[in-house]
T-cell receptor, first 113, second 112 residues
């Protein structure tokens, strides 16, 4: 079954450092997303991406965050200068032709020290 | 923003028991989804509901989309140990972005 793959599975970084989380969405999907889950809390929407541009972003997705689809397969989330409160599980998701049915990756755990 | 109230927060049950959990919202959703999350994994879709009043089953799981479009429930019958995990409801209010709003989750523990 097609799946969304994410790397790295876990990254530890120092506060202020830049981090790039990578995702390979399902190949024929058109909509891409990043969600975040702080430990023990609910999954929160960060950003949606369609047709090579951001279609919607939440208030969490401030100027420190950016997304990119550098080639036909990868979808990346960059955090420019990490803060302690950026520590969370970051999930990539993609959506094909099934309305509102997102397929999630296994997540990248980010720990900011 | 939109908020989903999911209850209960956690449940401890014996294997074989039935389980019910629900979500309510102050605003209307066009789609309700139920996901399960195992430790260290991403959410996995269990059931998707697209029409008000719709009742859908997936094996031992049954979910319903409330008539008012503001609520949904998930039932698990004859629970087994592998049902352990966190169950999330999620709603989508439409539009082309398919953005999901998640509930806070129900942690299910099944004692063998």
């Amino acid at each position: 079954e097609p799946e969304v793959t994410q790397t790295p599975s876990h990254q530890v970084t120092q506060m202020g450092q830049e981090v790039i989380l990578r995702c390979v969405p399902i190949s024929n999907h058109l909509y891409f997303y990043w969600y975040r889950q702080i430990l023990g809390q609910k999954v929160e929407f960060l950003v949606s991406f369609y047709n090579n541009e951001i279609s919607e972003k939440s208030e969490i997705f401030d100027d420190q965050f950016s997304v990119e689809r550098p080639d036909g397969s990868n979808f990346t989330l960059k955090i420019r200068s990490t803060k302690l409160e950026d520590s969370a599980m970051y999930f990539c998701a993609s959506n094909g032709n099934s309305a509102n049915v997102l397929t999630f990756g296994a997540g990248s755990r980010l720990t900011v020290l | 923003g939109q908020q989903l109230n999911q209850s209960p927060q956690s449940m401890f049950i014996q294997e074989g028991e039935d389980v019910s959990m629900n979500c309510t919202s102050s605003s209307i959703f066009n789609t309700w989804l139920w996901y399960k999350q195992d430790p260290g994994e991403g959410p996995v879709l269990l059931i998707a509901l697209y029409k008000a009043g719709e009742l859908t089953s997936n094996g031992r799981l049954t979910a319903q989309f409330g008539i008012t479009r503001k609520d949904s429930f998930l039932n698990i019958s004859a629970s087994i140990p592998s049902d352990v995990g966190i169950y999330f409801c999620a709603g989508a209010s439409g539009g082309s972005n398919y953005k999901l709003t998640f509930g806070k989750g129900t942690l299910l523990t099944v004692n063998p």
